[in-house]
């Protein structure tokens, strides 16, 4: 990004109990958070190498496409897309797409215990 984004974060300062209003910057959270993204690109390129070759064609033609929380953090499908050369895409609406997926496994068990990864 060209230019950070600022927040202002409310909360009670530890040290002294009293509520402060801090300022951070887009900067701050990258570097706050960068080894989690980092596991994160290096968790898809582990489960990438492990896809059996008759699911690799789907996930060329197809991409990834992420949901969860984690699909909220600005930039994470540019950098996967670096990272993996593969189409990537988010969800509509990310968060309640784990909701309604893990229903959906729960409603259909049988097949769920059939595709597990043991």
Do not use: F, H, W, Y
Request: some cysteine.
């Amino acid at each position: 990004m060209d230019e950070p984004e600022c927040i202002e974060v409310k909360g009670r300062d530890l040290v002294t109990g009293i509520p402060k209003i801090l300022t951070i910057d887009s900067e701050e959270v990258r570097n706050a958070i960068s080894e989690q993204v980092e596991t994160i690109v290096e968790t898809v390129r582990i489960a990438l190498e492990q896809t059996p070759p008759e699911l690799s064609a789907d996930v060329v033609d197809k991409g990834i496409v992420l949901v969860g929380g984690g699909a909220l953090l600005k930039n994470l499908d540019v950098l996967l897309r670096e990272e993996t050369r593969l189409p990537i895409t988010i969800t509509d609406d990310p968060l309640s797409t784990v909701a309604i997926g893990a229903g959906r496994a729960l409603d259909n068990l049988s097949v769920l215990r059939e595709i597990m990864i043991k």
